[in-house]
Each structure stands twice: as C-alpha cells, then as structure tokens.
C-alpha cells in the first residue's frame, strides 16, 4: 500500500461517505482496482471512519452542543433531539446486525452494488420530484415540515432505512434523506437529520470493526494477513495520518456541498450519477471484468 493508495482512498471515503451515491460500493470497487479484491487494512479503514466523523463533529458543533446540553437536561430541544436519534439507532442497530453478513457477502458479487446504486437512483430521483412539487413559487417547500416537528415515526422509518442502506451498494445518505422527503419532511430537514445521525453510526462502525483489531492484539497474537498492512508499503503511521486527514477534509467539504445542494431540490445530479456507474457496475461484472479474487 502505497501513499498515493491512501489519498485516494481518503478522498474516496471522505467524498462518498455524505453524498449520496454509496461510500460501501466505491470503496469495494476501489479495493478491486488498488488491492485486486483485496480489503484494506482494517486499521486503515477504521481510521478513515473516524477522520470523516471528524468531519461531521467540526461541521455540526453547534447542533452537537445543543445535543450535549440536552443530555443533560439544560436545553429543550436538545433533548429532544437525543431521544429521536436514539430512537433511530433502534431499528439501525438491529437491521444492521441483522444484515451484516449478507453484506459481507455482497462484496464477493459487485453486481449487488450495481442494482443497490440503481435503487438510490430511483429513491433519489422520486424524493427530489416530491420535493419540487412541494416548493412554491418563492422557491420555499411550506408543505413540508421541520426538524422541530420531527416525530418518533419519522426517526425509527429513517432509522430502519439506514439499517439496511450502508450495504448492498444502497447509499446511506441516500436513503435516510429520501425516506425522511417520502415522510413529509422538507429536503434541507431530512438531510441535517441524516447528517446528525451519521454521528451515533459512523462511531459504532468503527467500534464493531475496532473489536477485530484488538481481538488479536489483545491475545498478543500478530494481526491476520487480511488485518495488517502489506509487505512492502509505505510508514503505516504516514499512511493512516494521510488518510485521516484527506478524509477529513473532503468529508467537511461533501457536507457542505449536499447541504446546499438540498436547500433546493438538486439532487437529480446524483441520481443520474448513480444510475450511470450501476449500470456500468453491471456492464462489467456480466462481462467478468469485475470478479473478486
């Protein structure tokens, strides 16, 4: 693994990780470029979790305080906000669980990827269109409603979504903003929802893959081929601090980017996007162009 390997897959991770096409299906198919189907090292990609949760604490502090003094009792809306995104971790939590071995399995068939990238065309496309029909002619969606009028129902159908979304090529970010639109929540609303709730997810993530780094460690046992980095790659300080850091910075810049690209219905651009790479996803696995080793 080179350092080159590690910009690439920052900006990667950090770019596809909050736009909505699918972080899991570019980082698989960058693997299948870079490593011939290999995986990263797990500790590099742990790593890179926590450079783009990095990115959503710096861009959301404030929301993050409110959330903070909520916790503790001092800020209303804070603490209302606390209760819904522990509600969505709920059924995050178990259809995650639940479904995680079917997704490590979709990585050994890509075209999984290709029909997930074209299901998050679909939803996009649809929640978009709802969108439009519901700003007037100031351009302002009054239909719609706000996050202070979030309701339980809303959090656990966001939360279900995104349960089964981060897999399977369907683009977490995606789906949570769409189901959020097909909810009656206005655009701008759904996504600082699932910005938000990227928070509490990316942070498990890490943990759960955490658990099989320290597993050897602990039993002072050396790391897996599979775990470890490569014979022959660059300073792994140097590759994860890289990585970390170019992580960070495209995944502050991707957020601000989809933010305002959903302060108007703009999201047919990523639509089409992810309808062309499914589709050529599917092209090259039928091909056997794209086959894991």
């Not at 690209?261 to 696995?285: D, E, H, M, Q």
Request: aromatic fraction near 8%.
């Amino acid at each position: 693994m080179h350092l080159l390997h590690a910009i690439l897959l920052g900006l990667i991770q950090g770019l596809t990780e909050f736009l909505p096409v699918s972080s899991t299906a570019h980082l698989t198919l960058a693997e299948h470029l870079m490593f011939k189907g290999h995986p990263m090292p797990l500790a590099f990609d742990v790593l890179l979790h926590v450079g783009t949760l990095g990115a959503l604490i710096l861009y959301f502090r404030r929301e993050l305080l409110q959330i903070l003094m909520g916790c503790f009792g001092r800020d209303k809306e804070g603490r209302r906000l606390t209760f819904l995104l522990f509600l969505a971790m709920i059924p995050t939590g178990i259809l995650g669980l639940a479904s995680k071995g079917m997704k490590e399995a979709a990585k050994e068939h890509l075209w999984v990827y290709g029909l997930g990238l074209l299901c998050t065309a679909v939803i996009l496309y649809l929640a978009n269109r709802m969108s439009q029909q519901r700003v007037n002619f100031q351009g302002l969606d009054l239909a719609g409603r706000d996050l202070h009028d979030l309701r339980p129902m809303d959090a656990l159908a966001v939360g279900a979504i995104q349960g089964i979304g981060g897999g399977f090529g369907l683009s977490r970010s995606g789906s949570t903003i769409s189901v959020g639109v097909f909810r009656g929540l206005r655009l701008p609303t759904a996504a600082r929802f699932s910005f938000l709730l990227g928070m509490p997810t990316i942070a498990a993530a890490a943990v759960v893959e955490l658990r099989g780094l320290l597993k050897p460690l602990w039993k002072h046992q050396p790391l897996p081929p599979e775990l470890a980095f490569p014979p022959g790659s660059a300073s792994p300080v140097l590759l994860c601090l890289v990585g970390v850091g170019v992580a960070l910075i495209s995944g502050y810049l991707a957020i601000g980017l989809l933010d305002r690209f959903t302060r108007k219905p703009r999201l047919n651009g990523f639509a089409a996007y992810c309808l062309v790479l499914g589709l050529g996803i599917l092209v090259l696995s039928s091909t056997g162009v794209l086959i894991r080793h």
